[in-house]
């Protein structure tokens, strides 16, 4: 038996003998159950992740050298509606990505300890932050605050969450080691308009304590950014966030709160990428400066990412840039969260993962075992499909089995659907029957559209296809307030009118106020040659898997060079289900559903992302069907590739350089 097979696990030398307590900051460096830790911990989202991986990933993050993974908790997915809870059991269409409770015994199973970050109010580049868009149906909301109205909706949601943690706990048998309260909460400081909330943080710690949670307690924020503003000093231990300069950071964080251990939080190993900008790339040498550093000082740290994941569906977050409300300022996040981390977003090594090996084992002091690492995931490309059928935009519309009349354009959360919990994903769109168009006619919308809108008369686009990044300046999209088009120089009679709006994410991120984001047309009204058209129907598409895989009535492709939004539908059959990427660089701009489930987002012109990672959990053997939402112009096929394809945008329809990961 060789020296390192004869090392104790994890778990067996911090729990030999019995456990008598938990993780502890008593003093100005953690123990464990009284022995003395340093916590290499790294990020790794159960929900960007098949549940099928989430032992891989795991094994190989505890390969590495990692005692810790740390995780967030999405309260939007595991409470889609008020009062119905998802913990992987209860059929919603996340349901495969939420069994919550098995993903933290898998940890545990792998000699993983568990950190452990439940919101209400995530960030995570996650749509809305990981708040449900059914908030936004209390009028007057407050959201991130003691407001009642939203400390009720939050009490409901940790009722049912925190006794499922809690039975998971380090001292009653499981890997949970420690709790975040709330989320960089230091960030919404805003001098003269909002001052961080201390009694909504100790109104979450006492539900904390309500439910039996015993183990430590956190927050993180920047230490030298945001002092004390996002936490309560003394008695919540504080932790730091950031990319760089972390002696900077940790004296001021020894500074803030005296003789407690020091820990990087999120130490950022890579960055997430928004549609139209460059793929972000950590360089390796500065990652690795930086965590050798931050190991030397010595501190503890949870890598944010070490895995990244995906951003399945509709499910990115997004920013706005120069802290507006208006949505001029709209950032949408891609769907590949790939962070450039250590493990790539289809579970690769990367460079920096031999880094992080390396650093642990220069640092730890530990007699624990390293396991040997996994072995890769296989991919592969398979051959390419040919589009077979299709269904036009008026066909969609009349599958979907719920249409609703309203004087002005209502946003889609407000809409009488889903158990009163309004429509929180996808499209709606907003039509107008039997109108007539004189010729150069000019279509007014009011305010900023939330997110892109496309124009249709009697079926026929006549709004511009998104072919370059400069488009978003222009009318279809949210960058412009007041938007005007252009309806075409011949009259048209007893016309029918469609304005397809697309949710591209919420605001993950920013001061409060730009958390009051409805989508669809809701800011202004929808003008005809300045004067306001009223009496609208309203038409949600979700997209949701019971929906799409019952569509019938597909026909053969019709006007395939005619722009506008419209389904495509191609089959694959596979015997033995592998994992690969569709490569959707022919493509323009929609959404890929893959069995039902959707995938994600392409927006092929836009960049940087031209690739949809296809897990083979989503794969079945034998048929599966491939279903593309395409906005504009569609194709005969479509193809895939065995690896992540990255661009950088130009002005020009596609660049003359393909750049792979």
Same mark, same amino acid.
Request: hydrophobic residues 35%; proline residues 6%; charged residues 20%.
């Given at each position: 038996?060789?020296?390192?097979?004869?090392?104790?696990?994890?778990?067996?030398?911090?729990?030999?003998?019995?456990?008598?307590?938990?993780?502890?900051?008593? #003093?100005?460096?953690?123990?464990?159950?009284?022995?003395?830790?340093?916590?290499?911990?790294?990020?790794?989202?159960?929900?960007?992740? /098949?549940?099928?991986?989430?032992?891989?990933?795991?094994?190989?993050?505890?390969?590495?050298?990692?005692?810790?993974?740390?995780?967030?908790?999405?309260?939007?997915?595991?409470?889609? #509606? +008020?009062?119905?809870?998802?913990? *992987?059991?209860?059929?919603?269409?996340?349901?495969?990505?939420?069994?919550?409770?098995?993903? &933290?015994?898998? $940890?545990?199973?792998?000699?993983?300890?568990?950190?452990?970050?439940?919101?209400?109010?995530?960030?995570?580049?996650?749509?809305?932050?990981?708040?449900?868009?059914?908030?936004?149906?209390?009028? *007057?909301?407050?959201?991130?605050?003691?407001?009642?109205?939203?400390?009720?909706?939050?009490?409901?949601?940790?009722?049912?969450?925190?006794?499922?943690?809690? $039975?998971?706990?380090?001292?009653?048998?499981?890997?949970?080691?420690?709790?975040?309260?709330?989320?960089?909460?230091?960030?919404?400081?805003?001098?003269?308009?909002?001052?961080?909330?201390?009694?909504?943080?100790?109104?979450?710690?006492?539900?904390?304590?309500?439910?039996?949670?015993?183990?430590?307690?956190?927050?993180?924020?920047? !230490?030298?950014?945001?002092?004390?503003?996002?936490?309560?000093?003394?008695? %919540?231990?504080?932790?730091?966030?950031?990319?760089?300069?972390?002696?900077?950071?940790?004296?001021?964080?020894?500074? %803030?709160?005296?003789?407690?251990?020091?820990?990087?939080?999120?130490?950022?190993?890579?960055?997430?990428?928004?549609?139209?900008?460059?793929?972000?790339?950590?360089?390796?040498?500065?990652?690795?400066?930086?965590?050798?550093?931050?190991?030397?000082?010595?501190?503890?740290?949870?890598?944010?990412?070490?895995?990244?994941?995906?951003?399945?569906?509709?499910?990115?977050? $997004?920013?706005?840039?120069?802290?507006?409300?208006?949505?001029?300022?709209?950032?949408?996040?891609?769907?590949?969260?790939?962070?450039?981390?250590?493990?790539?977003?289809?579970?690769?090594?990367?460079?920096?993962?031999?880094?992080?090996?390396?650093?642990?084992?220069?640092?730890?002091?530990?007699?624990?075992?390293?396991?040997?690492?996994?072995?890769?995931? %296989?991919?592969? @490309?398979?051959?390419?499909?040919?589009?077979?059928?299709?269904?036009?935009?008026?066909?969609?519309?009349?599958?979907? +089995?719920?249409?609703?009349?309203?004087?002005?354009?209502?946003?889609?959360? &407000?809409?009488?659907?889903?158990? =009163?919990?309004?429509?929180?994903?996808?499209?709606?769109?907003?039509?107008?029957? *039997?109108?007539?168009?004189?010729?150069?006619?000019?279509?007014?919308?009011?305010?900023?559209?939330?997110?892109?809108?496309?124009?249709?008369?009697?079926?026929? &686009?006549?709004? @511009?296809?998104?072919?370059? @990044?400069?488009?978003?300046?222009?009318?279809?999209?949210?960058?412009?307030?007041?938007?005007?088009?252009?309806? =075409?120089?011949?009259?048209?009679?007893?016309?029918? %009118?469609?304005?397809?709006?697309?949710?591209?994410?919420?605001?993950?991120?920013?001061?409060?106020?730009?958390?009051?984001?409805?989508? =669809?047309?809701?800011? *202004?009204?929808?003008?005809?040659?300045?004067?306001? &058209?009223?009496?609208?129907?309203?038409? /949600?598409?979700?997209?949701?898997?019971?929906?799409?895989?019952?569509?019938?009535?597909?026909?053969?492709?019709?006007?395939?060079?005619?722009?506008?939004?419209?389904?495509?539908?191609?089959?694959?059959?596979?015997?033995? /289900?592998?994992?690969?990427?569709?490569?959707?660089?022919?493509?323009?701009?929609?959404?890929?559903?893959?069995?039902?489930?959707?995938?994600?987002?392409?927006?092929?012109?836009?960049?940087?992302?031209?690739?949809?990672?296809?897990?083979?959990?989503?794969?079945?053997?034998?048929?599966?069907?491939?279903?593309?939402?395409?906005?504009?112009?569609?194709?005969?096929?479509?193809?895939?590739?065995?690896?992540?394809?990255?661009?950088? !945008?130009?002005?020009?329809?596609? !660049?003359?350089?393909?750049?792979?990961?």
């Amino acid at each position: 038996m060789s020296a390192v097979a004869q090392l104790p696990t994890l778990y067996e030398y911090y729990t030999g003998g019995g456990i008598i307590g938990g993780l502890s900051d008593d #003093q100005s460096y953690f123990t464990l159950n009284n022995k003395n830790v340093t916590l290499y911990s790294g990020a790794m989202h159960y929900f960007r992740v /098949p549940k099928e991986y989430w032992r891989d990933r795991l094994r190989k993050m505890r390969a590495a050298g990692l005692n810790t993974v740390e995780t967030y908790i999405p309260w939007n997915l595991h409470e889609p #509606q +008020p009062n119905y809870f998802d913990f *992987g059991q209860n059929g919603s269409d996340m349901e495969q990505f939420l069994d919550l409770t098995t993903f &933290l015994k898998t $940890a545990q199973e792998e000699d993983l300890l568990a950190i452990v970050r439940p919101g209400p109010y995530i960030c995570s580049e996650w749509e809305f932050g990981g708040l449900p868009s059914w908030l936004l149906r209390d009028k *007057g909301i407050k959201i991130r605050t003691s407001q009642p109205t939203f400390m009720r909706h939050v009490t409901r949601y940790f009722n049912v969450l925190l006794p499922i943690l809690a $039975a998971l706990q380090f001292i009653r048998g499981g890997p949970i080691i420690a709790f975040q309260i709330e989320n960089e909460y230091g960030s919404t400081e805003q001098k003269g308009k909002f001052v961080p909330d201390k009694v909504y943080l100790e109104e979450l710690r006492e539900l904390y304590l309500k439910h039996g949670i015993e183990e430590l307690l956190f927050t993180s924020d920047s !230490p030298t950014g945001h002092g004390t503003a996002g936490t309560l000093p003394g008695i %919540l231990l504080q932790t730091a966030n950031f990319a760089t300069d972390p002696e900077k950071e940790f004296n001021r964080l020894k500074q %803030l709160q005296l003789d407690k251990p020091t820990m990087a939080m999120e130490f950022w190993t890579g960055w997430f990428d928004h549609w139209s900008e460059v793929h972000h790339v950590r360089n390796d040498s500065e990652f690795y400066d930086v965590l050798d550093r931050i190991l030397r000082y010595p501190a503890s740290v949870n890598m944010y990412m070490f895995h990244g994941g995906t951003n399945w569906g509709f499910l990115n977050g $997004a920013n706005i840039a120069g802290g507006g409300t208006d949505n001029r300022g709209y950032q949408p996040d891609t769907t590949s969260y790939d962070y450039n981390a250590p493990l790539s977003e289809a579970g690769d090594y990367t460079e920096k993962y031999v880094m992080v090996k390396e650093l642990i084992k220069k640092y730890s002091k530990s007699p624990i075992r390293t396991p040997q690492v996994p072995s890769v995931t %296989l991919r592969t @490309k398979y051959p390419s499909v040919t589009i077979t059928q299709q269904l036009k935009l008026r066909e969609i519309l009349d599958r979907i +089995p719920y249409k609703f009349i309203s004087e002005r354009p209502a946003p889609m959360e &407000l809409l009488p659907m889903n158990n =009163g919990s309004g429509q929180s994903y996808g499209y709606v769109v907003y039509r107008k029957v *039997g109108l007539d168009i004189p010729r150069d006619s000019i279509l007014k919308i009011g305010g900023h559209v939330c997110d892109t809108v496309m124009v249709l008369i009697n079926g026929m &686009l006549i709004s @511009k296809p998104l072919t370059q @990044k400069e488009d978003l300046d222009g009318f279809g999209y949210w960058r412009i307030k007041d938007g005007t088009l252009h309806l =075409g120089s011949e009259d048209v009679s007893n016309a029918t %009118l469609e304005l397809v709006v697309e949710n591209w994410g919420r605001n993950n991120f920013g001061y409060l106020e730009q958390f009051f984001q409805y989508k =669809g047309i809701w800011q *202004g009204g929808i003008y005809l040659n300045n004067e306001e &058209l009223l009496d609208w129907q309203i038409v /949600p598409i979700e997209f949701k898997r019971a929906w799409t895989n019952n569509l019938s009535g597909w026909h053969k492709l019709d006007d395939l060079w005619l722009p506008g939004p419209a389904l495509y539908k191609a089959t694959i059959t596979i015997d033995n /289900p592998q994992d690969t990427y569709i490569d959707m660089s022919a493509w323009m701009k929609g959404i890929v559903i893959v069995n039902g489930f959707v995938l994600g987002r392409h927006a092929s012109t836009l960049g940087p992302q031209q690739t949809l990672y296809l897990p083979a959990p989503l794969l079945k053997k034998g048929t599966n069907e491939i279903v593309v939402f395409e906005h504009f112009v569609g194709k005969n096929n479509i193809d895939f590739s065995e690896d992540p394809i990255f661009y950088t !945008p130009s002005s020009r329809n596609h !660049p003359s350089v393909i750049k792979k990961n």
